[in-house]
């Protein structure tokens, strides 16, 4: 446990209300592993989106219409 | 002394039995007396208007020994040990006509035995009612109520003060309203509609999100309810959830997520919900509440609340959050419970990467 400095990834930062008192705590290792699976799962969700967008231009480019075009369809 | 061969004659025995035996003549005393070694066997009478004494010294009786002592005058006689030690289990005051027998068991020491009083200082001779109390009476069988208990005539009658020693009844109000404290009534309260309460919330602290993968406010165990505020909170990496824990517990059953209705930045402001998810199974990682997409410099804003934050039981929460505008950024609303022991401290936390700006406000009620 720290107490003034502060630290960045894989820090617990504590805020005790009753004294006021800020602490630094580093993630235990299991922390960490739980950390990078959460991690892991925005990262997997950025390429879902990329594909997601990707299918859409090219499913629009099929169309031969724009997006606010396909909005207007969709209204 | 009687030894061998004297002859007891019967004026002899007669003296025996009229002294030594404590009948006959007592030697009259009117003054504060000093027994002597010749009172052995005698009874010894007090007669004195005024309080008198009788003293008894040591070498002057033998154990076994015995003078008896009466009181017949109305001054009190005083037993009283002069070198001699003296107990009794009784009194060694003597009132008019009281007495007992002195018996000596050494030459030092010597135990009265008080005869008894007359039984007729006992007797009850009537038994008065008092505050609070009704009946009573000088003979035979009496009774005695209790004048609180009568007073009672319905259920949820109550008996209030009206002033020292006196009562009154205050009949039970309406359904729902409450006992209240009003000068203006004769029992110094009545039954209204209760009125105020609720929830009164204070910022309890302001903490900053500028470092650290998860933020946690602890010591709020005095708090009944809590609302954490998100203030523009933003981290360092794209593509990470925003997730509240609670008690840092990471027990997925903890956290259910009843109802979430999910927005994008083209949807929110415009109530279109872009996707919502039902009652799910529990997620370790806490309950999210936003995603902030493509952005770093998306920013969070909204609140999360939890009532009853110190039942034992399965508790409510609330959240609310807009984030920014990032590409496929996502704000979340939604009602969640959480199965945890008492709350003692909320964290909000990302997968990868630290918190950059922003801060938590927390707001807590008492009650």
Redesign the interface.
């Known amino acids: 446990m720290m107490k003034g400095n502060?630290?960045?990834?894989?820090?617990?930062?504590?805020?005790?209300?009753?004294?006021?008192e800020?602490t630094?705590r580093p993630?235990t290792n299991e922390e960490i592993k739980?950390?990078?699976?959460?991690?892991?799962?925005?990262?997997q969700?950025?390429v879902d989106?990329e594909a997601k967008a990707n299918a859409k231009l090219a499913l629009l480019d099929k169309l031969g219409i724009t997006a606010e075009e396909a909005a207007v369809l969709l209204s | 002394m009687f030894t061998t061969g004297q002859i007891l004659t019967a004026a002899q025995m007669q003296s025996l039995q009229q002294t030594a035996m404590g009948g006959g003549s007592a030697t009259a005393k009117t003054v504060s007396y000093v027994l002597v070694a010749a009172d052995a066997g005698t009874t010894v009478a007090m007669n004195a208007a005024g309080s008198t004494t009788i003293t008894v010294n040591t070498s002057l009786f033998a154990a076994g020994d015995v003078v008896f002592i009466q009181n017949l005058g109305a001054g009190a006689t005083t037993i009283t040990a002069g070198t001699a030690t003296v107990t009794t289990s009784g009194s060694l005051v003597l009132a008019q006509n009281q007495g007992g027998k002195l018996y000596f068991t050494s030459a030092s020491a010597a135990i009265f035995f008080q005869f008894a009083t007359p039984a007729s200082s006992g007797d009850i001779e009537g038994v008065t009612a008092g505050v609070g109390i009704s009946g009573g009476g000088t003979s035979g069988t009496v009774t005695i109520t209790n004048s609180m208990a009568t007073t009672i005539d319905a259920k949820g009658d109550l008996i209030a003060g009206t002033g020292a020693d006196t009562f009154s009844k205050l009949t039970i109000g309406a359904d729902a309203t409450v006992l209240t404290a009003d000068s203006a009534e004769a029992t110094g309260m009545k039954w209204a509609a209760p009125s105020g309460g609720g929830q009164s919330y204070s910022l309890?602290?302001t903490?900053n999100?500028?470092?650290?993968?998860?933020?946690?406010?602890?010591?709020?165990s005095s708090y009944k309810n809590i609302i954490m505020v998100f203030n523009n909170v933003s981290c360092d990496t794209?593509?990470?959830?925003h997730?509240v824990k609670i008690n840092g517990s990471?027990t997925a059953l903890d956290y259910k997520q009843v109802f979430t209705t999910i927005s994008t930045p083209s949807t929110y402001g415009t109530a279109i919900l872009s996707g919502s998810s039902g009652f799910n199974s529990g997620n370790?990682?806490g309950i999210t509440v936003s995603?902030n997409g493509?952005a770093t410099s998306t920013t969070l804003s909204g609140y999360f609340m939890i009532e009853n934050a110190q039942n034992t039981g399965v508790k409510s929460c609330f959240y609310v959050s807009k984030a920014g505008a990032a590409?496929?950024a996502e704000s979340y609303t939604g009602m969640a419970m959480f199965g945890g022991a008492a709350v003692s401290?909320i964290?909000i936390?990302?997968?990868?990467?630290?918190?950059q700006s922003g801060s938590l406000l927390?707001y807590g009620s008492t009650t």
């Open positions: 502060k630290m960045k990834e894989y820090t617990e930062v504590i805020h005790n209300v009753e004294t006021d800020i630094y993630y739980q950390a990078q699976e959460l991690a892991k799962l925005g990262a969700r950025a989106d | 309890i602290s903490t999100t500028n470092s650290g993968s998860t933020v946690t406010v602890s010591s709020l794209n593509n990470n959830y997730y990471s370790s990682s995603y493509s590409t496929n401290s964290s936390q990302i997968g990868s990467g630290a918190f927390l």
